[in-house]
């Protein structure tokens, strides 16, 4: 399978650019996860644009076409808020995470399917989210629920990379630096990438793996 052909076969982004709609489902179950993710997606593309700090609940409720008193039906504050984008997005991940340790490709291989699914990540208004706003905002206690999952990540792409030296698809590296600089170049993708913009996450990955990956042949 091509880079290209891999590419094809990932799903969409998760997140695809609609106008949110507080919309009318048939259940009430159904029409409270409809507001609910509308809520976070509207949050987090207000987060991305104008920053965490100087957005304020008014903001969020003014987007959404509702007062605000209507959002704590949904949420408890703006840090329930941060917090919940931060989840679904690390949940995006983590399907990637069980695929790759699923998976019997050589560690190579392994490393093009999990970056495919990162770079999707920092291109949808969640990922953005996570980068931009990065945890510090969070209280205490919300950091301690998300950096387990964060640092899981770079010791996923860690052992990725450590089985493709191992196995003869990835040459002799520094693991650990290896690491950080594959990830920190995918994140400041998400300080430029725009939804409404020509150039799509699978074209952005493919020429940074050709940049990386082939760096990375053995």
């Given at each position: 399978?091509?880079?290209?052909?891999?590419?094809?076969?990932?799903?969409?982004?998760?997140?695809?650019?609609?106008?949110?709609?507080?919309?009318?489902?048939?259940?009430?179950?159904?029409?409270?996860?409809?507001?609910?993710?509308?809520?976070?997606?509207?949050?987090?593309?207000?987060?991305?644009?104008?920053?965490?700090?100087?957005?304020?609940?008014?903001?969020?409720?003014?987007?959404?076409?509702?007062?605000?008193?209507?959002?704590?039906?949904?949420?408890?504050?703006?840090?329930?808020?941060?917090?919940?984008?931060?989840?679904?997005?690390?949940?995006?991940?983590?399907?990637?995470?069980?695929?790759?340790?699923?998976?019997?490709?050589?560690?190579m291989e392994k490393a093009h399917t999990f970056l495919l699914a990162y770079m999707e990540l920092v291109c949808n208004p969640f990922g953005q989210c996570i980068i931009r706003t990065g945890l510090q905002p969070l209280t205490p206690q919300s950091r301690a629920k998300l950096l387990p999952i964060a640092r899981r990540i770079n010791a996923s792409l860690q052992e990725i990379i450590r089985q493709g030296v191992d196995d003869g698809s990835?040459?002799?590296?520094?693991?650990?630096?290896?690491?950080?600089?594959?990830?920190?170049?995918?994140?400041?993708?998400?300080?430029?990438?725009?939804?409404?913009?020509?150039?799509?996450?699978?074209?952005?990955?493919?020429?940074?793996?050709?940049?990386?990956?082939?760096?990375?042949?053995?």
């Amino acid at each position: 399978m091509t880079r290209s052909d891999a590419v094809e076969k990932r799903a969409s982004p998760t997140v695809k650019r609609t106008k949110p709609k507080w919309g009318n489902p048939q259940t009430i179950e159904d029409q409270h996860r409809s507001k609910r993710e509308a809520l976070f997606l509207t949050a987090a593309r207000a987060f991305n644009e104008a920053g965490f700090h100087n957005t304020t609940l008014d903001d969020i409720a003014a987007r959404l076409h509702v007062a605000k008193p209507t959002l704590y039906y949904y949420v408890k504050n703006k840090d329930d808020i941060l917090l919940e984008c931060h989840r679904l997005a690390f949940a995006h991940m983590q399907d990637a995470i069980e695929e790759t340790k699923r998976s019997s490709q050589t560690g190579m291989e392994k490393a093009h399917t999990f970056l495919l699914a990162y770079m999707e990540l920092v291109c949808n208004p969640f990922g953005q989210c996570i980068i931009r706003t990065g945890l510090q905002p969070l209280t205490p206690q919300s950091r301690a629920k998300l950096l387990p999952i964060a640092r899981r990540i770079n010791a996923s792409l860690q052992e990725i990379i450590r089985q493709g030296v191992d196995d003869g698809s990835i040459r002799e590296c520094d693991i650990k630096l290896t690491t950080n600089a594959i990830l920190g170049c995918f994140n400041s993708v998400a300080f430029w990438y725009n939804e409404g913009g020509t150039l799509k996450p699978a074209d952005i990955t493919l020429k940074y793996m050709d940049l990386f990956l082939d760096g990375l042949s053995p």
